[in-house]
């Protein structure tokens, strides 16, 4: 990326921060048309247009079949990919993912108990049963489960983070399951009944006895495996 690029790419972004910033953008919002863009911003067409194809490659835009760029809908998936690529590139060790994890699950906790929908509780439920059926368990719908359980707090950079440190589990997908149950499958499956069932009864220290009993348990895989 050369300055002049670079120097209409922030600009940009910065056009796009304020715009959220003071409510006049927000996901899935239509971006105004090039050629407005370029005289709000003092550029050329030519450069913003290569400007939003760069937040495009990245990921914070999306372009429809007639051309219109929108800000992404599921805009808070995309920046945990962004986030995961950065702390792969810095290559954490796993337990320092994990006590990561730990900590924002557990600040979480009262926010959910107080604030969870009876949909959100029925998702919770269906993840458990997943994980139950499968033969090794099911670390995708261990993963849903997480990721409801923090987002139902309706703290957004909690969630955020949190996608993008199960993301950091496995840079290549979830673990295989064999080894993401190494041990007794059957302690996991009953912490993930524990943490539900605290949740769903409004048992703030209940859950949180769960959550530590949990990662406990992924911290002991991980020493087992020799995964850092």
Do not use: W
Request: aromatic content about 8%; proline content about 4%.
């Amino acid at each position: 990326m050369n300055q002049f690029t670079e120097r209409h790419y922030q600009a940009l972004l910065r056009y796009l921060k304020e715009g959220v910033r003071n409510g006049t953008l927000h996901d899935g919002s239509k971006l105004p048309p090039e050629r407005e863009l370029a005289e709000h911003l003092s550029f050329s067409v030519p450069s913003v247009r290569e400007a939003m194809h760069l937040l495009t490659i990245l990921g914070l835009l999306t372009r429809d079949s007639d051309g219109t760029f929108r800000l992404r809908n599921d805009l808070s998936r995309s920046i945990a990919d962004i986030f995961t690529l950065v702390l792969l590139m810095d290559r954490h060790e796993y337990a320092d993912v994990l006590r990561l994890r730990r900590s924002i699950e557990l600040q979480s906790i009262p926010a959910v108990c107080a604030g969870i929908t009876e949909r959100e509780k029925q998702t919770l439920y269906l993840c458990l049963m997943k994980m139950i059926a499968a033969p090794y368990g099911d670390s995708k719908a261990d993963a849903e489960f997480h990721d409801v359980f923090v987002s139902a707090s309706r703290d957004k950079l909690a969630s955020i983070l949190n996608r993008t440190l199960v993301q950091l589990m496995d840079p290549k997908g979830y673990a295989p399951s064999s080894a993401y149950y190494y041990g007794d499958r059957d302690e996991f499956i009953q912490v993930h009944k524990k943490l539900y069932q605290a949740i769903a009864a409004n048992k703030p220290e209940a859950a949180a006895d769960a959550v530590n009993t949990h990662y406990d348990l992924l911290l002991q895989m991980i020493s087992h495996t020799g995964r850092r």
